[in-house]
C-alpha cells in the first residue's frame, strides 16, 4: 500500500459526459502529479501540483483541467470525454515535488468511455 | 524516434536467471526513474538515479549520464518478478516515460 488513494476505482460514462478523479497523496507529501497510461501511448504525463500551485504541465488535453486543494487532495476534472480518453488515470505523490524525488503512485481509476 | 527507448520489449526467462533491461534515451535529464507495474496495474517506484548505481535486494539499477544509458538488472529471477518494467526520465518540468518492458519468469 503506497499510501495513496484514488477514487474510484472504476467509472464508466458516456461520450461528452464530464467526470472527477480525486486523489489523496500520503501523509506528508506535498507534490501530486497525473498521468494517463492508455493501450496505445503508454504512460504520459499529465500536470504537477506542488502545495496547491500548478508546477509542471505535460500533455494535457484543454478539455481537462486540475487542481489541488489546500487539504492537498487533487482532483483531475476531464469534459467532453470521449472514446481516446478511455484509459488507466493514476495519480502519484511525492514529498518536494522536484521530479527527483520518489513518487509514489495510487491504485488507478479506469475511465471507460462509451 | 521516441525520447526514450527500452529494450527489449518483451523478454521470458527461466526462475533464478540473471535479467537486464536497458533503457537509453535523448534528452538532457535531471533524474531516471524505474518502475514496476505489476499485472493487476499498481505501479511502484523501485529506483530514482542522476548518478552511478543503486542496489535494493535482487534489483540493481545503473546509469551513465554520458552514453544515455541505464540498466536494471534482476538477480537471480523469480516468477513473482514478473511485470512490465518501466523507465521514465525527467527533463524540464516533465516526465517522460518508454514503452516498458515486459517481463516473464517461468518456473
Known amino acids: 500500500d503506497s499510501g495513496v488513494t484514488q477514487t474510484p476505482k472504476h467509472l464508466i460514462t458516456a461520450t461528452g459526459q464530464r467526470v472527477t478523479l480525486r486523489c489523496s497523496p500520503r501523509?506528508?507529501?506535498?507534490?501530486v502529479y497525473w498521468y494517463q497510461q492508455s493501450l496505445d501511448q503508454g504512460l504520459q504525463f499529465l500536470i504537477q501540483y506542488y502545495n496547491g500551485e500548478e508546477r509542471a504541465k505535460g500533455n494535457i488535453l484543454e478539455r481537462f483541467s486540475a487542481q489541488q486543494f489546500p487539504d492537498l487532495h487533487s482532483e483531475l476534472n476531464l469534459s467532453s470525454l470521449e472514446l481516446g480518453d478511455s484509459a488507466l488515470y493514476f495519480c502519484?505523490?511525492?514529498?518536494?515535488?522536484?521530479?527527483?524525488?520518489?513518487?509514489?503512485f495510487g491504485p488507478g481509476t479506469r475511465l471507460t468511455v462509451l | 524516434k521516441n525520447e526514450v527507448e527500452q529494450s527489449p520489449q518483451n523478454l521470458t526467462a527461466q526462475e533464478g536467471e540473471f535479467i537486464t533491461i536497458n533503457c537509453s534515451y535523448s534528452v538532457g535529464i535531471s533524474a531516471l526513474h524505474w518502475l514496476q507495474q505489476h499485472p493487476g496495474g499498481g505501479i511502484v517506484s523501485l529506483f530514482m538515479l542522476s548518478s552511478g548505481k543503486k542496489k535494493h535486494g535482487r534489483l540493481i539499477a545503473t546509469i551513465n549520464i554520458q552514453e544515455k544509458h541505464s540498466s536494471l538488472h534482476i538477480t537471480a529471477s523469480h516468477p513473482r518478478d514478473s511485470a512490465v518494467y518501466i523507465c521514465a526520465v525527467k527533463t524540464q518540468g516533465n516526465l517522460i516515460f518508454g514503452k516498458g518492458t515486459k517481463l516473464s519468469v517461468k518456473p
Open positions: 501523509s506528508g507529501d506535498l507534490s
Open positions: 502519484a505523490s511525492s514529498a518536494q515535488g522536484t521530479g527527483a524525488d520518489t513518487q509514489y
